[in-house]
């Protein structure tokens, strides 16, 4: 067990605060002779890094990612890789009026609690510049499925931002890398940033939700019983700073189904089953079909506000307390990122844990 | 790690299918010294069984718990606890049509594209009745938990049947055990209750959502960054049979949020912080404040339906399946005390991670 | 994490006292589709159980294995294997005098010191009893084998037993199972047994030196740098009842040889690398290299026996005690098929993990 | 699972080749509050670099650690530690001959064998390098220590070089840090050197074997039946680089030993048992009862040797080959400070791990 690992086989820890010299990722389990370097890492570093748009934290930080080991000669061997990401942007502030009170909604007083001892620079530990790490370990994983299973392709966008939502009907994966809030319909853009805008000036944040969708996924992923493909995405998800739900196809809206709507009735298809609809979300028993993975979170909003808000202090003291900083009014959206690197370090996990147990041999139908 | 083992330190492993011999839980790591025998333990098995109402599946199974190792003289002695319980009701019945067919909405296609083999009498491992095996593991978890937290309390209930919601209005705790379907609402009882007769005379089934609510549970349970108490809380209920969403506090309702609603103010109590509100469900940070902790979670409706669906066999042809057997109309009504068991297993084995390293010494407040 | 738990893909867990009412394994990450029933793995435990000849203990137990999961119509469907044997020998007895007292040698008082309650009857969980679970698990492991590592031969016999040292110029495997003493040597037996009656005539007993060859296991087995196949191997083999020193290739003995005398030296083979020499037991950085494999490991001579020694009970008393019972004179006989079922369960375990990562591909020679 | 982590509880991961830009350990589950620095780490370190006398490698590293995460204002936070050691001393050199040739005795052929790809300057990953990283983790374990068992003592010293050994009655352990043996006796340093001068000018290497002894070790530690005191004990040191044999107390030797010799008699002292021998090592059952703890390792002789071997290269092809290089004549004397960060990470996992189950809670006697 570890406290700060994900997976099973392809495992990847964390470490690093957010003020301290640097964080990373070591990632144990690799697959070896798979084609790595630092630039292919970077790309998927650079779509979550703040700064980018007025929406995310003014935090400037390259967040330049280096490969101190497991690579040679641009390919994995095997061993650890360990990916460091140094952080460079840690301005010299006074943090004397937050070092000793609890942010409301920030795991400041559960840190203390469970502690007794914090760094409480920028959140330390509890920062979302953890994240950076699960990104930089989500490129190997990414790098692997390329070469594992090629038709793979993982895609993060936003569905929903406080009062709205995306239209399902123009739904449009080309568009999610044109606009800053990963929304895969061009038309709404410009709503969405008076949204945000109006948010923003207001002092406030808002929440979000966010969908992963999982195309070419081999059939037979997840281990029944208590590393099922579902519980496992659900573990990624909630995982991510702020997220409080988890949904797998229907989700929550499935209690309100009956039998004969939600069953994903099959006819035989060319190259195998074809479902008629997809309420299950591709997994059936915690195992994959082979159907489209459907992954939807919700993550709530920034805590960090501008408005002042009733807490207390170490001491016990009742105090009022604005948290100042450069934060972004809907962490949601850097939540995109995340959940794609979450995503294929699941997939890729079970992938290689299927290997092992079955080794890769398939029922077959027909 | 293990494909059917639960937990890191207190930890079970179920196995068995519906129609084996027998099923059950080794259950490792348990603290010695608890007070622990059979009959303790078949009061939670007893809350599950089926056959109890007319909503739940007419298989007459006594689910009668044997402990066969790990207690000595009524008490644990900190070695494997291993929890036997029998298959007495499997009929002798032709399972020609279904063996080599696949029920829409089960696991039986995802099983055969996985191991290319699977018992299919009555579902085999995927059953719900592997969850007798959790509930009588969870059984334990509440043995220890009364003598290491007393205070806490686990309370699971149905707040949703498919269009007929909880009015949290009159939410009555007590009223739980006294009506089928886990409801803490009296009143509301005679309309559950025709609604899911007339489903059931219907040949349809419908879906549910059901809420735990953990009462007294210590501050600081719960191991950042991947070990998160929600994270264990959400796998621990994604992992239970049809659930597709798993909520903490606010869940999905977070994404409408905007920060200066979500923010939990804090003030000083008598005896320690006081939340003025509870929109993270009792966890900051991944870590339990010592609020109440909310779970809420949906569970489909029963795919077995006696309404034919479209599907496809083992060779490849399309048929229609009547899914004919022993069926809870709603699955859900069951999950209560299931998701109370694994809720129970969650906690302890924070608890005791917890101890492992802080050794339960606190940060103080005041 | 287990306490109770062996290996990380294929896994066990043993769970049982010696005088409960069973014992067993749960075996987790089986391979799909293998053949297996309860006939192959008795022929395994029956090579281990007592009352076979005078010199193991006189315990009568039929040690019937059932297997209550994970197997359909004659295969395995990769879902847990519960592996029960019931304790039918439970002689009713007064244990009065040794339920306060701890037995020299035995982990009476480690048990007490650590869990302040503890099943004395028979040495409860710490008996060698619960070997017969191991020994059936290992059985599973080679059903395994033989269809995924067909060539693959383990091989256990004695090589010492106290004074006595196998004469390694007579090494016959085939005479290993013509004896109770599993030795390689036929003209050896009557000296054994000569020496073997003349200490349990003399209410005494004595060690062992155990050796295992593995002949045909693949190269690329073992992951470095903490899973190695070495330090599998060591740990299984410390981890049996008894054992105080493992050795793999040379052993201890490497430690008086110099570089040039140890090096395995290498030519180029007709189907690979020819190793000219085999100091190194067939690991070389912790991954096997497609030579024999080579353990060995020393049993320590049984602690219960009938010559009184001195210890202390419960209250703190000095006390003389004997060990009275049914009591091998020397255990290290019945460590030959554990320490082969423990080999077996490592193999597949290091099989499976390899198969994980790199899918069996390969590097090439020539 | 992973395949570079070593504990359970207290973990540590290590990564890094010889030749990479750096090489460390990522340490997860240490208990908060604990005062460290770099200061406590480097002396550590200092006790194993190479380059400190004229029998260990030439390679001139100052080995200088960098704690990049989980302390905060000189004490440990409980989230990971990251501790790295950056490479300054990679030459720049021709790796040509080595780099398609497989060194006898080295890891060379088993990881291209494995893997198909191995980063082959200075032995990579498999390099006796990667214990520096080992040896920091152990530095944290001893700085936990210190706090929870403030009586234990680690002491690791040789006991065996080729064809000399100590002396047991000189065993005089303040002498170990006074001679580049780590020997307990200064008598016999000057006949040490002279051996080991012959054999450095001789191009050849010799074997070694390295003693452990643990004092002050809570009674109670290790937890049966796989996750043995004895057992872990075992594995990390079968774990070093080289090592081909592990003995607790009697060791190997017990296979000669009868059971009136071998059983450790007991009686009451002023503070709890005395037992009246140790040829169990401290260790009964797998649980420490208290005891000195001994273990014993045997460490091969160097591998790398000016001498001439016959091998083969990548291509299959029959060759000869003197392994250049900086190389210390005798590598078990640097596995003495690596055997003792092994041991501390075990007892203070085994330490946690019973502080989870038991609570610390202990069986009286008296």
């Known amino acids: 067990m570890s406290f700060n690992t994900f997976g099973r086989v392809f495992t990847f820890t964390t470490w690093g605060e957010s003020h301290g010299p640097a964080l990373g990722a070591t990632v144990d389990g690799c697959p070896p002779g ?3 370097d630092e630039a292919f890492i970077q790309t998927f570093l650079d779509r979550r890094r703040p700064g980018t748009s007025k929406f995310t934290t003014q935090r400037q930080e390259p967040d330049q990612v280096r490969i101190l080991s497991g690579v040679f000669e ?4 095997g061993t650890p890789i360990q990916l460091m990401i140094e952080n460079t942007d840690q301005r010299s502030k006074d943090y004397g009026d937050i070092a000793q009170a609890f942010r409301p909604g920030h795991a400041d007083i559960a840190y203390h609690l469970k502690y007794g001892i914090r760094d ?3 959140g330390g530990r509890s920062s979302a510049r953890e994240t950076a790490a699960r990104v930089a ?3 190997v994983a990414q790098a692997v499925l390329r070469e594992l299973a090629p038709a793979l392709r993982i895609t993060g966008y936003m569905v929903q931002m406080g009062d709205l939502h995306l239209d399902r009907a123009k739904f449009d994966p080309k568009e999610i890398g044109n606009n ?7 038309d709404a853009v410009p709503a969405w940033e008076d949204y ?3 948010i923003r000036k207001d002092q406030n944040s808002v929440g979000a939700a966010i969908e992963v969708l999982i195309r070419g996924c081999p059939a037979g992923l997840g281990a029944p019983v208590y590393a099922k493909l579902d519980t496992d995405l659900a573990a990624a998800m909630m995982s991510i700073n702020a997220v409080k ?3 797998i196809g229907e989700g929550m809206a499935a209690a309100a189904l009956t039998g004969t709507e939600n069953a994903d009735e099959i006819r035989m298809g060319n190259d195998g089953p074809r479902f008629l609809s997809n309420h299950a979300g591709g997994i059936l028993g915690g195992i994959s079909t082979g159907q489209d993975i459907l992954v ?3 993550v709530k909003p920034t805590s960090s506000i501008l408005t002042p808000r009733r807490t207390i202090n170490q001491k016990g003291e009742d105090i009022e307390l604005i948290t100042k900083g450069r934060h972004d009014p809907c962490v949601g959206i850097r939540a995109v990122p995340i959940a794609e690197a979450m995503a294929a370090c699941v997939i890729l996990d079970q992938f290689m844990m299927d290997r092992a147990q079955t080794g890769g041999a398939r029922g077959r139908i027909g």
Request: charged letters at 15%.
């Open 74 to 77: 641009g390919r994995t061997t």
């Open 196 to 198: 945000l805008n109006a």
């Open 245 to 247: 739900g988890v949904e």
């Open 34 to 36: 798979i084609a790595l």
């Open 137 to 139: 370990a989500g490129a």
């Open 180 to 186: 800053p809030f990963f929304l895969p319909d061009a």
């Open 296 to 298: 939807r979170f919700a």
């Open 120 to 122: 409480y620079r920028g």
